[in-house]
């Protein structure tokens, strides 16, 4: 069940994978590793951002769309959500486990490295 720290929902594991397996879901998830570390091992399908070049790209973000934001230990996108909300993206949600935390199916390789914001929304 998600709880909530610093204003920001933490989602478990369970939650984002339901989220991942629904195929009709509205939230947006994104990797905000950086691209060593998703090269590496990375949620199928699921976008990279980087956590460093959210600075420049934060008003590229549709302010109404639903978000969950992925890293190792979900420090980083605990960080990069409290950023969204400081800058009027409200919905943004932290998986709390990170990719440590991953028990499902990884994928390697650069599968889906965003060059432009407007890409993750189909």
């Known amino acids: 069940m998600a709880t909530e720290k610093e204003n920001v929902k933490q989602l478990s594991f369970e939650e984002v994978k339901a989220l ?36 420049d790209l934060v008003n590229e973000f549709k302010k109404d769309q639903e978000y969950v934001l992925v890293c190792r230990s979900g420090r ?16 943004v949600h932290n998986y709390a486990d990170g990719m440590i935390g991953w028990e499902a199916e990884k994928a390697t390789g650069e599968e889906w490295v965003v060059e432009q914001v407007n890409e993750i929304y189909k």
């Open 76 to 91: 980083r996108s605990h960080e990069v959500a409290k950023f969204f909300k400081d800058n009027g993206i409200e919905n």
């Open 20 to 55: 991942y397996e629904n195929n009709k879901r509205n939230e947006i998830l994104i990797d905000v590793r950086e691209l060593e570390e998703y090269d590496e091992a990375h949620i199928p399908g699921i976008p990279l951002i980087p956590m460093s070049e959210m600075v």
